[in-house]
């Protein structure tokens, strides 16, 4: 279970944000909303993701990801 290591990392890189860490993929888009960003290294889980109206960050490094969330002005 990765969930605590996921929890670290958003709050090394950043701070005290609402963080919400699901094991199941297909849970996922259930909890889009605009202005909720789903951080996910599986295409699959993106894409319902943003349909479901979400911002989604596909994953494929650390660097990556904090770049995209600085273009989101975070």
């Known amino acids: 279970n990765a969930t605590p290591q ?17 094991r199941k993929s297909a849970e996922k888009a259930q909890y889009a909303e605009p202005n909720a960003i789903l951080i996910d290294d599986r295409t699959k889980s993106i894409q319902p993701w943003t349909a479901a109206g979400g911002i989604g960050i596909l994953h494929t490094s650390a660097q990556d990801s904090i770049n995209q969330l600085k273009q989101l002005g975070l």
């Open 6 to 22: 996921k929890h670290a990392w958003v709050k090394e890189k950043l701070g005290n944000i609402p963080t919400l860490v699901t």
